[in-house]
Structures are given as structure tokens and as C-alpha cells.
């Protein structure tokens, strides 16, 4: 079974650009997580989406940033303008279910994550 | 807010000494999961602990959780040079709708020959 995808891996633009981030989720799983790293500091929490709806976009940064899932199944996030302080690795992860009766099912299997430089 | 603390940060040790890694949280919750992320890898689950005295083991890690203290260990045994990566002790935030994984700031581990 193929893994949470992410691209590109790397990313490099200037200040202004626009970038689009993509990420495949495992398939069947309907729940599908943003988390950045940015340099030095802890992994922290973007949105979560249930199928094409977002669940929770508590950890959006600001309006710069747009996430999208249509149909339910890969996901984009759009930084437009990025930002010098938008560089970081973004993760993607998906879930079978937010909660269930086994660990399993509701544990988050990360991607690779897409390293992002904004010069 | 709920809050991670993972130490130590950096850790160099060597083969086939012991160490431990803790953990520990401000917020009750029932989901602990400890992850480790070799070099532009994918986070990979190791563990997930559920509730309190709970211990798990998989080769030389062993982690446990203590709910009442909010306190939990990853300990290595006899490390060898392939456990060296970063792991990650994750606290599952779920409340009003939300399930989100808050992060400690990782234990890079380096295991010298």
C-alpha cells in the first residue's frame, strides 16, 4: 500500500511568488492534515480536512495561505504571496478516521513533507 | 493551550549504552504517540500509548506513559548506529471538533560507533 505523497520535495521562489504544494493521501483514508516545521521550532498543526471539507483550519497562519481538497481526495496548499518567514517543511498526513476503536485507525501517517525556501 | 516538552534535543551516544527520552505534556489526553523521521523521510509511527502504566515495545525501544504525571519515556537499550534519526513524541489535541497532533521539538539521536 503506497504511502501520504507529497511534491515537489523541494521548493525555492523569491519573495512574492506564488507556490502550490501538493500531497496524495493514503487511499480510503478521509482525513488529511497540514503541519509545518518551521526552522528550530516543533511541528505545528495547519487544518484538517474530512473528505473535501475542512474540519478545522484553526493553525492557518494568515489569509496568504489556502488549502484545498476537492472531490476528497489530494490536497493543495497555496501560499500566495509567500513570505521570507513562510520557509519551513510542510507535511501532509491522512487518517482512516479522526477517532476510532483502534489506534490504528485514527493514528496520522505523515508524508515526506515538501521543504520550502523563500529567498 | 497544550504544551510539548521533549528532552534532551540532542543526544550522542554510543552503542550499546542505554538512554532515555522524555516527555512531557500539559493537557490530558488519551493518545501519545512517538514517531521517528530519518533525514527527508516521512514521520513514522512507532508507538501509540493509550492510557496510563501503558508500555509498549518494539526491538531496543521501550515507551511508557504516565498519565499522572503527563510524562512520557522512550528508552533505548544497547542502541546501535541504526536507530540514529529524530524522534518525535506527539500529543493528540481533540476537542471541539479538533484532532490535532501537538509536537514536542524532537530528540536528534546519534549513535557513534
Known amino acids: 500500500e503506497a504511502g501520504v505523497t507529497q511534491f515537489p520535495s523541494h521548493s525555492v521562489i523569491e519573495k512574492g511568488q506564488t507556490v502550490t504544494l501538493r500531497c496524495d493521501p493514503i487511499s480510503g483514508h478521509d482525513n488529511l492534515y497540514w503541519y509545518r516545521r518551521v526552522m528550530g521550532k516543533e511541528i505545528k498543526f495547519l487544518l484538517h480536512?474530512?473528505?473535501?471539507?475542512?474540519?478545522?483550519e484553526s493553525g492557518m497562519p494568515n489569509n496568504r495561505f489556502l488549502a484545498e481538497r476537492t472531490g476528497g481526495t489530494y490536497s493543495t496548499l497555496k501560499v500566495q504571496p509567500a513570505e521570507l518567514e513562510d520557509s519551513g517543511v510542510y507535511f501532509c498526513?491522512?487518517?482512516?478516521?479522526?477517532?476510532?476503536?483502534?489506534?490504528?485507525?485514527?493514528?496520522?501517517?505523515f508524508g515526506p513533507g515538501t521543504r520550502l525556501t523563500v529567498l | 493551550e497544550l504544551k510539548v516538552e521533549q528532552n534532551p534535543l540532542f543526544l550522542s551516544m554510543q552503542e550499546g549504552k542505554n538512554y532515555t527520552i522524555y516527555c512531557n505534556y500539559s493537557?490530558?489526553?488519551?493518545?501519545l504517540y512517538w514517531y521517528r523521521q530519518d533525514p527527508g523521510k516521512s514521520l513514522e509511527s512507532l508507538f501509540v500509548?493509550?492510557?496510563?502504566?501503558a508500555v509498549k515495545q518494539e526491538g531496543r525501544l521501550m515507551a511508557s506513559l504516565d498519565t499522572k504525571a503527563r510524562l512520557s519515556t522512550l528508552h533505548i537499550t544497547a542502541a546501535v548506529h541504526d536507530l540514529s534519526a529524530t524522534y518525535f513524541c506527539a500529543v493528540l489535541y481533540s476537542g471541539a471538533g479538533s484532532y490535532q497532533l501537538t509536537f514536542g521539538k524532537g530528540t536528534k539521536l546519534s549513535v557513534i560507533p
Open positions: 493537557t490530558t489526553s488519551d493518545r
Open positions: 498526513a491522512s487518517s482512516q478516521v479522526e477517532r476510532g476503536a483502534s489506534p490504528s485507525q485514527d493514528t496520522q501517517y
Open positions: 500509548l493509550l492510557s496510563n502504566g
Open positions: 480536512f474530512v473528505k473535501e471539507s475542512k474540519q478545522d
